[in-house]
């Protein structure tokens, strides 16, 4: 059996990465904030566990608009890297455009089906959640309950 070690980068490189092992979970989000922190109509995030993933070089920035989500991007070249959320325990969402073989990564199901933009089509059969794919704890909630700053 062979041990999984991906690796990602930003755009210009001065951020580097490497994941460790399967991701646990992998989905398309068609979601109105991480296309707006994204600049893209929909993203796909790979879901790790913390001590999965390193970063081996540079230092990601981070931002927040949310209460308890934390998004990671380069500061030199604005390359989105990842997204974490306090309700969601040991979990980090690295987005595929930061992967250097995002061909490696197959998505298991949509997410936020209900905000996909109209002119984007599928012909997979994948499962549609109508919001998010992932429970979170429930003391803490989902963003979408959460203050925006």
Not at 2 to 21: D, K
Not at 26 to 41: F, M, Q, T, V, W
Request: aromatic fraction near 12%; include cysteine; charged fraction near 25%.
């Amino acid at each position: 059996m062979t041990h999984r070690l991906e690796r990602g980068s930003c755009f210009c490189g001065s951020i580097v990465a490497e994941m460790e092992g399967e991701p646990f979970w992998i989905n398309y989000d068609h979601d109105d904030d991480c296309r707006k922190a994204l600049g893209s109509p929909l993203t796909i995030w790979i879901g790790y566990r913390h001590d999965q993933v390193r970063i081996i070089s540079g230092a990601p920035k981070s931002f927040s608009k949310t209460s308890g989500v934390l998004r990671t991007f380069c500061a030199e070249c604005g390359s989105s890297i990842s997204y974490t959320d306090e309700g969601l325990k040991n979990e980090i969402w690295v987005t595929i455009g930061f992967m250097d073989h995002p061909e490696r990564f197959e998505p298991q199901a949509h997410g936020f089906w209900l905000m996909k933009l109209p002119w984007i089509q599928f012909a997979d059969d994948l499962p549609r959640s109508e919001t998010y794919t992932r429970q979170r704890d429930a003391a803490i909630g989902y963003p979408s309950d959460r203050d925006k700053t």
